[in-house]
């Protein structure tokens, strides 16, 4: 069982910065493919960015190339997200999420990929 903690969201002009942060517990992080999801309200849950166990894989929703950028520290059973550029279409609540896999490079997309969900952290971002 891993227990995921998000943080790091908040109110922020439309071009600013925020970095999320989700802290895992309960198994070590370096077992699982991380990814980060997004749910605007009225709309459903949506891909934004993975990253592999040891972190030399990535991939990016096409709405947030070049803005955003994940990482992990497997060390601190860390996974992160850098936001920059904001734009108020990236107002949602951002969800962490871990996916077990045998597979050092594997990055997933789907929501059914991922075994384990945090509670979310909300970003508002205003124009």
């Known amino acids: 069982q891993v227990q995921l903690v998000e943080s790091g969201g908040g109110l922020v002009q439309a071009g600013g910065s925020l970095r999320l942060s989700c802290v895992a517990s309960?198994?070590?992080?370096?077992?699982?493919?991380m990814g980060w999801f997004r749910q605007a309200p009225g709309k459903e849950r949506e891909f934004v960015a993975t990253?592999?166990?040891?972190?030399?894989?990535?991939a990016y929703h096409d709405s947030v190339k070049g803005r955003f950028t994940i990482s992990r520290s497997n060390a601190k059973n860390t996974v992160y997200l850098q936001m920059n550029s904001l734009k108020p279409e990236d107002t949602a609540v951002y969800y962490c999420?871990?996916?077990?896999?045998?597979?050092?490079?594997?990055?997933?997309?789907?929501?059914?990929?991922?075994?384990?969900w945090g509670q979310g952290t909300r970003v508002t971002v205003s124009s």
């Open positions: 999420a871990a996916g077990r896999t045998n597979s050092g490079n594997a990055v997933y997309t789907t929501n059914s990929d991922y075994d384990y």
């Open positions: 309960g198994r070590t992080l370096s077992a699982y493919a």
């Open positions: 990253i592999s166990r040891m972190g030399f894989s990535t």
